[in-house]
């Protein structure tokens, strides 16, 4: 399929790239320690970009997946951290509260969101539970007009920076799939405690949060009914736009590999003129451009969230041939590539999270093979391959 892009998202995306090639890039290597790109952030508030995912009512553009996801993808060619704290403003946590939450939040948070004065934070790993929701433990106690909060969530970002917490929670002690909601808790709520922290790879810094009878207003309940079925659907916009800092990522070390065997000389000819070297252009300019199909076209499935198995699928491929391209492009780089001083090395380590976040690629290849063995048609493809 072709995907022809208006030209406002031409002009929107053609800002952001400047913005991260001119500005991103250079800043890319500090932020490794863990700092937040505050500088960054604020350029692209300015942009527009952290209102994508809020209505238009509360000052934002209300804009789609796949513009969403063509802008993360800009950011990522130069600066994993910067995009991943992105991600926190215009994925699901935003749109988990601009879909679901009471009028009284929507008006308190998103406009601070469009503005980068409110950083969101999502909260679904626990110690023992990942992927797996149904059995989450935390727990919240519906008493009257309050709320009280109990368990221990692992592996969140920006929790020093963040206003505000979308928690995924049992309810009511209900047990199993259907017990399963959501609630917001904000910055300064009593009995909510950061009590390990960790540094990633990626450059990132992640924590561990506990909530000890942590008291909320009613209105925080933001998913009670229905809660993990909708939450999941929201969810799938993460699989959408997980893949495309994934994308990102491997657009940008293929950038880079051109640059170097063009500048690059061995044995007295251009490295770029060697067929080794050619045929690794050739395969991962291949592979980044089969992921690009898949992924945009699973953006487009969204009404409001993408289809599950349409994201599934991009997810898997992005995030895989995110890992094979960006190790590629090490190797054409020889050792300069397992420096530092090399962007390579760094968008390298971006890769590696893109499996493991918003559902691991095992999980979401368990539920595409459970989709294929129940609906596959008996009469094979139609047309464009969906069933």
Request: net charge neutral.
């Amino acid at each position: 399929m072709m995907f022809r892009l208006s030209e406002e998202q031409r002009a929107f995306v053609g800002n952001v790239r400047k913005l991260a090639q001119s500005e991103f890039r250079a800043r890319a290597p500090k932020y490794m320690d863990g700092s937040f790109p505050w500088e960054n952030i604020r350029q692209l508030a300015d942009l527009g970009i952290l209102g994508m995912a809020v209505p238009a009512e509360y000052g934002g553009s209300g804009m789609g997946v796949l513009d969403t996801a063509l802008v993360l993808e800009e950011i990522a060619k130069v600066c994993y951290v910067t995009a991943m704290a992105v991600l926190g403003e215009v994925g699901t946590q935003t749109r988990v509260i601009a879909t679901y939450a009471p009028e009284s939040i929507k008006q308190r948070l998103l406009p601070g969101v469009c503005t980068g004065e409110c950083i969101l934070a999502i909260c679904m790993t626990e110690p023992h539970a990942g992927t797996d929701v149904a059995n989450y433990r935390t727990n919240v106690t519906i008493a009257g007009d309050r709320l009280r909060l109990n368990g221990v969530k692992t592996l969140i970002s920006r929790v020093d920076e963040a206003q505000a917490f979308v928690v995924f929670s049992r309810i009511d002690g209900r047990p199993g799939r259907e017990g399963i909601g959501c609630v917001l808790v904000e910055k300064g709520a009593p009995g909510f405690t950061c009590t390990s922290r960790f540094h990633t790879m990626g450059g990132e810094n992640l924590a561990e949060i506990r909530f000890e009878d942590c008291e909320l207003p009613l209105e925080n309940l933001i998913l009670r009914e229905d809660g993990f079925r909708r939450l999941l659907s929201a969810s799938n916009t993460q699989r959408c736009l997980n893949p495309s800092i994934s994308l990102g990522l491997a657009e940008g070390a293929f950038e880079e590999s051109i640059k170097y065997l063009r500048e690059r000389s061995a044995f007295g000819r251009r490295i770029g003129d060697f067929q080794g070297m050619r045929w690794k252009l050739a395969d991962m300019y291949r592979d980044i451009e089969a992921a690009r199909s898949l992924l945009y076209r699973a953006c487009l499935t969204a009404d409001p969230f993408p289809d599950p198995h349409e994201a599934a699928v991009a997810k898997i491929y992005c995030n895989e041939m995110a890992l094979r391209v960006t190790s590629e492009a090490i190797q054409v780089h020889g050792g300069y590539g397992f420096t530092d001083e090399f962007p390579v090395s760094r968008l390298y380590r971006g890769a590696r999270y893109g499996t493991l976040g918003g559902g691991t690629t095992e999980t979401l290849k368990d539920l595409l093979g459970k989709k294929l063995m129940m609906d596959f048609p008996a009469d094979g493809f139609l047309g464009l391959g969906t069933f």
